[in-house]
């Protein structure tokens, strides 16, 4: 399997360069997920980073690679598959106030 040496931004693991394995599409995953064991035997805190572009050329504009940066929120996205709809907003007329 190859690796690719990956930056981290914010977070605990600032500054930090980790090789990620990489997917059949030659990209690291898009989430990445860091166990980190409590100190008092809990359950372990997860940091959660996003895989964001690091950068362009200047000429072409072309992607230079991949960096990790911190989500604070700790969670994931839900998936939205594309053939779930939302459920729409219940309309009030434009006389009527809410309250």
Do not use: C
Not at 44 to 57: A, F, I, K, M, W
């Amino acid at each position: 399997m190859r690796s690719e040496s990956t930056p981290f931004e914010g977070g605990p693991m600032d500054g930090r360069v980790l090789p990620i394995l990489l997917g059949p599409t030659g990209h690291p995953p898009k989430w990445y997920e860091i166990p980190v064991p409590a100190a008092d035997g809990g359950p372990p805190t997860v940091l959660v980073y996003e895989r964001v572009p690091s950068g362009h050329s200047k000429r072409l504009h072309l992607q230079k690679g991949w960096k990790y940066t911190y989500t604070p929120s700790g969670r994931k996205p839900a998936l939205r598959w594309p053939w779930t709809k939302t459920k729409p907003m219940p309309r009030t007329p434009p006389g009527e106030d809410s309250a």
